[in-house]
């Protein structure tokens, strides 16, 4: 039986560089929960389909347990632990909490770092496929949010509350909040569709 083959990569977590040698066929996320004990994210399906896993590389979301840790030697990795800024909550962070957008929290840590990359891309004018006008910035309605976060799943049900926090954390009107009947008929229709 032949042996793993193990490599020496550098990781860049959450502003701390790690020199590491990993098994070739180890998954990041494998690398940051079994290695650096970073625990947040989280192992779903092991399979891209949740979003359980997701961490913020090189400044753009990825499914940690997609990723091969030999591959992403020298990467820049974001995971939930990186999110607060010196024990302070990001504002992601903090508009989960006021929209009280979690309940089990199985799936919050990639739904937070999914949601941060979400607003980086958007300010950087990344269409999705729903924008409208592809000429001008794409604005965080709800449409919007819900196609963005589509590849995180919440087995509870904490929808409503995701996007409102979204919007919240973009500075965007809460749709809910100023219609909440007609946000109610949307979210009805959606889960008919």
């Known amino acids: 039986?032949?042996?793993?083959?193990?490599a020496?990569?550098?990781?860049?977590?959450?502003?701390?560089?790690?020199r590491l040698n990993v098994d070739t066929r180890a998954s990041l996320l494998d690398v940051l929960r079994e290695d650096?004990?970073?625990?947040?994210?989280?192992?779903?399906?092991?399979?891209?389909?949740?979003?359980?896993?997701?961490?913020?590389?090189?400044?753009?979301?990825?499914?940690?347990?997609?990723?091969?840790?030999?591959a992403h030697d020298g990467a820049t990795v974001v995971t939930v632990e990186g999110l607060a800024d010196d024990g302070q909550l990001s504002p992601v962070q903090q508009a989960f909490i006021d929209n009280d957008a979690f309940?089990?929290?199985?799936?919050?840590?990639?739904?937070l770092c999914s949601a941060t990359a979400v607003l980086d891309e958007a300010a950087r004018g990344w269409p999705s496929a729903v924008t409208a006008d592809m000429a001008s910035e794409p604005a965080l309605d709800d449409t919007e949010i819900r196609e963005r976060m589509s590849g995180n799943l919440c087995r509870c049900g904490a929808y409503v509350g995701i996007v409102a926090a979204l919007r919240e954390a973009a500075g965007e009107p809460n749709e809910a909040a100023a219609d909440p009947r007609a946000a109610a008929?949307?979210?009805q229709e959606g889960a008919r569709a």
């Open 1 to 6: 039986m032949d042996m793993p083959i193990h």
């Open 185 to 187: 008929r949307r979210i």
């Open 36 to 70: 650096l004990g970073l625990t947040g994210s989280k192992k779903g399906c092991d399979h891209g389909q949740c979003g359980a896993c997701t961490v913020v590389l090189n400044g753009r979301r990825a499914n940690a347990c997609l990723a091969l840790a030999v």
């Open 103 to 111: 309940q089990c929290g199985y799936c919050t840590p990639g739904q």
């Open 8 to 18: 020496d990569i550098t990781l860049h977590v959450n502003g701390e560089e790690h």
